[in-house]
């Protein structure tokens, strides 16, 4: 009796670590945790009405096989040009950043950047996303598995003295995102300086730049409302620039996702994702805005005639653009028709 209960035990043990290990294994496969990493603070717009929406989506509807941990305002290290790389080299699994961010290294993007190009923040990102399928996503994006791509609302100036006309940009130490709108605001007349949005709040304190371009919508996170008092909007059916976004994860851990959470992911990417980034965060331009104006600051609207004389003076911008472009092996013309067209399109459905 005794060597049959020997073995007897033996089985059930064996039987019993098979179970653990293959539900062990199972549990493996089948739960994974994405880190996600961006420059802004979560009480911003972007994290609060955009990433984090999205990303309590993709749990969601994984089930909660997905879970996505979020780290703002550089929490995992490292300065807001190099989210890219991070994604890429998979140090983080998820960033948010600008392509601009890295200069000339995402050319193609910049067509969306170019002054009074944009309409409205959903009609440009679902134009963006349309050529970045067709033009960015397997040459200057290959390197990471790219969520989405998106714009934000109007971009505008904000200024300690009022920029009234385009004279009184003259000399002015302005901030900008991105090179393209650098070349804009030297075009100008400005002094353009060139730093990530999270050096806005102390650049402005410290008397380093005389203003910014932004969107509304960030101003508060920035305390801009408080550093400066002068806003100028512009008139006309085009805004004075954008930035554009992208929202990429690492190639080599979506690919070893199961097919079941690929699709979780594909189902919360794409167009339609692009439209509603884009969407939502333009959309909170206008409580933003009314913060400005509950503290009396000096809102200056440049109406839409005078807008055409700022329009002239950026159109160098253009000229300059599809030349470079040239140099790379780009049709930059051949861009800003396709941009212009998809803008148009989108804008009138």
Not at 139 to 149: A, I, Q, Y
Not at 158 to 173: F, T
Not at 291 to 303: F, K, L, M, Q
């Amino acid at each position: 009796m005794k060597p049959f209960s020997v073995r007897k035990l033996a089985l059930a043990a064996a039987v019993a670590a098979t179970g653990l290990i293959g539900a062990t294994a199972s549990s493996w496969a089948q739960e994974v945790t994405l880190r996600l990493h961006q420059f802004l603070p979560p009480q911003a717009n972007v994290p609060k009405l955009v990433l984090d929406p999205w990303a309590d989506k993709v749990e969601q509807e994984s089930g909660g096989r997905i879970k996505i941990e979020r780290y703002p305002a550089m929490q995992l290290g490292g300065t807001p040009p190099q989210l890219y790389d991070q994604a890429r080299d998979g140090i983080v699994d998820i960033v948010w950043t600008l392509p601009g961010s890295n200069p000339g290294r995402f050319p193609s993007t910049e067509v969306f950047e170019l002054p009074f190009m944009m309409t409205n923040a959903e009609a440009t990102s679902r134009a963006y996303w349309d050529l970045f399928e067709k033009h960015m996503k397997d040459t200057e994006f290959k390197d990471t598995h790219v969520l989405g791509v998106w714009v934000h609302g109007p971009g505008m100036l904000h200024s300690k003295e009022p920029i009234e006309k385009l004279e009184d940009l003259k000399g002015m130490k302005i901030r900008a995102p991105t090179r393209i709108i650098n070349s804009l605001l030297g075009q100008l007349g400005a002094t353009p300086v060139g730093m990530p949005v999270p050096q806005i709040t102390e650049a402005l304190s410290k008397g380093v730049i005389d203003g910014c371009v932004i969107p509304w919508e960030v101003t508060p996170a920035l305390k801009v409302p408080e550093l400066v008092s002068n806003h100028t909007e512009f008139g006309g059916d085009h805004a004075l620039y954008t930035t554009t976004f992208v929202l990429a994860m690492n190639k080599a851990k979506y690919d070893s996702l199961p097919d079941d959470l690929k699709k979780v992911l594909d189902d919360n990417s794409g167009q339609e994702f692009a439209a509603f980034a884009g969407r939502t965060q333009a959309g909170a331009d206008v409580p933003s805005r009314k913060i400005a104006v509950d503290r009396g600051n000096n809102i200056i609207e440049i109406s839409a005639e005078d807008t055409e004389t700022w329009k002239e003076a950026a159109a160098p911008v253009y000229e300059q653009w599809v030349t470079e472009m040239k140099d790379k092996g780009i049709d930059g013309q051949m861009l800003i028709d396709e941009a212009r067209a998809l803008i148009e399109k989108y804008t009138s459905q």
